[in-house]
């Protein structure tokens, strides 16, 4: 029983994104496995999906959202989850065979992050050994004041922390993909011509920004107007 989880808080994301992840799991996953969801509001999710009480965590609201939350899925007893857990954002979309996560070796991987030229990956697609790395969250918990400091958001403190115990390892490249980086269009061709294809080997499609999943379905341009996608039926057919 392979372990998937992923989390939902506040009112960024409805339901309907945690439904749609369990349905594209359902399709990408041909081993047995178990969807989990950590939320503070469980209404109207997948009665298949197994929910789990958002963990708690102190954050000043004066601060912008950074995902820091995401830290608490390396506390010490995860809702007795036991073996590996495959993190996966809401906002993404799956499109090739999810087992693969699973069979690579190594401890902790992580996307290598399309925007940045250093060790910082992108915790969209997350894999770790549940309960065996505490002091992500201890370290955290102890030094909030410097890790804010020194790092900008969630993924980069994670990214440095897995580097400094010389266990930061990537995905191949060519399994998680940035449909702002390898599809949108450049202007004005967004305008003229569908996003791109990101490729055969594509596992996951990685939504970071603007414009999300939803706002491509019918087109979307930004509100400056420089960028724009095309509805397109490659990602209608995965996104269904």
Known sequence: MEN?????????????????????????????????????????????????????????????????????????????????????DLDIVVMGKLDDFFDVPGRFRIINDWNLNNYIGNSSVFRFEVGKMPGVLKYYLENTASVYANHRNEQAYLSWWMKEHGLLEYWKPEWCKSFKRNCLRSFPLGYILPPRHPGPDTRVLVFHGRPNPDEIVNGWHSPHFLRAARPVEWFQEVYR
């Not at 349905?23 to 197994?50: H, K, N, W």
């Not at 899925?73 to 809702?79: D, H, K, P, R, T």
């Open 4 to 88: 998937i989880i992923c989390m939902k808080w506040g009112t960024k994301f409805g339901p309907a994104y945690v439904n749609r992840l369990a349905e594209m799991v359902r399709r990408f996953m041909s081993r047995p496995y178990q969807l989990v969801c950590f939320t503070d509001d469980a209404r109207g999710i997948d009665p298949t999906v197994r929910i789990e009480p958002l963990p708690e965590m102190e954050l000043d609201p004066r601060l912008p959202e950074r995902g820091w939350r995401k830290l608490t899925v390396f506390q010490e007893n995860l809702a007795n989850l036991e073996g590996n857990a495959l993190f996966l």
